[in-house]
């Protein structure tokens, strides 16, 4: 047993601020939580005369952070999907755990993988369960659904019709996951591939649903273009991937009536704003993102930021944060889109995501106030995860990347003004055949932009 103490802590649903408080963990899960003075006496059944004290005084512990969309596969470099392509299975699954290790190291103790091959992403998942790696609660999705040749097809999990989408996302539950991943528009780091096109017709998108939700398992929908976010919306998926509202001319094609149904909608929107995004704004200055405005219209935001993808390491994820206040979201609201709401969107607010008696012991401690400066998670001083502590590991800077002289931004803009880039064009919303392929080479992507 073990009595943390400090002088702030941030409790329960509502991260209500405890001045002096105390933690005390028994094994791998909370046992009291309160004011140090309210602490039961030593001997009691709810404190062991023998308990370690952890005194981490002026700092504040909070519920260990969360990372709604992450691809451990993908090792953050200049050219993510090209070792992801050449990497045996075992070397994927070395690159993924020293991922899962980077994401602990900055305090995110729970995270979603929305695409990893052949299921290595359930492989690495029960090796941090059973104690064989340290890691992050991971929450899985295994090979991302696509359309034959779609984007991120190199995955594995490539669907042509309602009857292949049902059968794929049984097999994804046969295989374990815990979420099913598809990718509703075409994406930036595959080549012949648009993000602005639709690639699944509603019907398609709400077959994977209705069999996912019969699974028990919620629906996380890749989604560029506005009308691949409509169809996802329309089908009743659970997240929206991106929304980033991207047409064929760049970002800024917003629909504020699809903007305010999404924020009247039982849905989370997961920007994938991670660290590059202040850089990104300046860069494309012209440029309208969704994110302000989604939020400003009531939409439930939850933190993520696309962690791997191409000059994206995963320990920039408070960084990530920072650009989300970035778009005028309050340090209360980034701390709740990071761990409360964020764990219900994940479907895990029943074990994780708030320091209450009886929830796992998934913990960080921290300088300063974040309810006031959210880069005082930068001051990350403790890291416990299901009880045990995590020493984090020492990590390299993140690299800083000159985005407009890059290649890959040159590349995205020609893009963006090719003509008939993508699979299926958006307009089409039978499933009939798809569109021929662009000849425009759409692999990479701007880091900040996301798959």
Known sequence: MKVLYADRVLAGADLTPIDHGAVVVDGTTIRWIGPRAELPSPGSDLLDPEAEIVDLG????????????????????????????RESDAQQVATMLASARQLLSVGVTTARDLGARGYLDVVVREAILDGTA????????????????????????????????????????????????LMATGGNMTRGSAPWHAQFTVEEIRAAVDEAHRLGKKVAAHAHGVEGIRRSLAAGVDTLEHCSFQGKDGWGDIDPALVDAIAAADVHVSPTCNFRMPQLRELLPERSFAVGLLYEAGASIIASTDAGIDNTPHHGFVGGLEALAGFGLSAPDVLAAAT??????????????????????????????????????HDLRYVMTRGSRFVPDALPPLPEVDLSSSPILAAMRAAMHSEGAGLRDSTDSGAGPQADRAPADGAGVPAGKGT
């Open 134 to 181: 340290r890691g992050p609660r991971m929450v899985t999705a295994g090979p991302a659904i696509t359309v034959t040749g779609g984007h991120c097809w190199f995955m594995g999990a490539e669907v042509d019709s309602v009857e292949d989408m049902r059968r794929t996302v049984r097999r994804h539950h046969k295989a374990g996951v815990d979420a099913i991943k």
């Open 340 to 377: 409360t709401r964020a764990a219900e969107a994940l479907d895990v607010a029943d074990v994780t995501g708030r320091l209450a008696a009886g929830y796992a012991a998934d913990l960080i401690a921290v300088g300063g106030d974040p309810r006031a400066d959210v880069g005082a998670l």
């Open 58 to 85: 002026d700092a504040t512990i909070l519920p260990g952070l969360i990372d709604a969309h992450v691809h451990l596969g993908f090792d953050g470099s200049a050219e993510p999907v090209a070792r992801m392509m």
